[in-house]
């Protein structure tokens, strides 16, 4: 295999690209060498050096404790646990949220052979016994992420932290008649008086 | 910006991939440390040096002349001219030409300011001044495909060489129903006789 067939290939193993598309980003980048190869081999190359999971909340950053929980202005009262660090970013981008965050690394799942020991979950207890007021649970609203949700609340109890969850509903911008049944009933469910 | 933001804003110029995809890639690869991320750095590295242009057909490869122009194997009598590498690299991964190739850069363009002068067909009228018997144009059925395939049937006439173009008509395994105006047309007035 020579130089481009590896680049392709690996490219290829990325999350979106398959063999053509793999194909397609690297005559693109061949075609841009100075401009966009060596600065992308370079920037893998100091991100794989750099990259420190925070040994705090489990985000991925180039310091440890990562720049959130190294942040003397968020607050450390309320801790947001999500399951991946891209549910953290995604939360970041809004910046709406100003406490903390809790990284599980996953979630528990019989088929998968995941349990509560392979997440994340000891440290998040042992966090609460601490300075946190609430916990927000943010994982998703799917059978394993409600039953990771569950299992969190149960460990809690003891700990006496107020634990929340996101609101569910209509998404912004969303339009009725394209929403499945179960976001509608939420929604509905969850309904608030106005003014 | 950090070493993962700069990693994310690189892997977003790449085609197909949108801000949201990049960061997808960039958390599959820092998640994969050892076994994606390093090595592709280390790729991309090894590709940005090694890769060349081969002077005599304008492939890329890590030879010049590349593996085709340099293979004895290959018929040097036959040239298949294509707009682009991406074209060369799916004629070859078909396996059915054994010819060799001239690649043109690009197409004539009088909107983007493209003259043949910006293509690599002076270099194509050369080789067919030696050994090359037939000219098979493979550019691409659009408006400015087709000029530039006017324009080097034009150029190549003096030298005698016969020119052919690809089959055009209706694909394999394509369906009748599906298939636009232009492509049934071409088929219908390309029809074969049977047996």
Redesign the interface.
């Known amino acids: 295999m ?3 067939e ?2 392709i290939q ?2 290829s ?5 398959g063999p053509r ?1 793999a ?8 075609n841009r ?1 100075e401009s ?13 050096e ?2 420190k999971i925070c040994g705090t909340c489990g985000n ?3 310091a440890d404790p990562c720049g959130v929980c190294s942040n003397p202005a968020r607050d450390g009262t309320i801790l947001c646990v999500v399951e ?3 549910d953290l ?1 995604a939360l970041e981008r809004t910046a709406s949220f100003k406490g903390r965050y809790h990284v599980l690394g996953g979630v528990l799942s019989a088929i998968d052979g995941v349990g509560p020991e392979d997440l994340n979950i000891s440290a998040l207890v042992e966090r609460c016994s601490g300075e946190v007021k609430e916990v927000i649970l943010a994982t998703n609203l799917t059978v394993e992420g409600q039953t990771t949700a569950h299992y969190i609340i149960e460990r809690l109890e003891p700990t006496g932290v107020a634990v929340t969850r996101l609101a569910h509903g209509v998404p912004v911008g969303g339009e009725l008649d394209y929403l499945d049944d179960g976001t509608l009933s939420a929604a509905l469910q969850a309904r608030r008086a106005l003014g």
């Open positions: 020579n130089e481009i590896r680049v690996l490219l193993r990325l999350p979106g690209l598309s194909r397609r980003a690297a005559l693109h980048m061949i060498r966009l190869m060596q600065p992308l081999a370079q920037a893998l190359k100091d991100a794989g750099a990259i991925l950053d180039t991946q660090v891209a970013w």
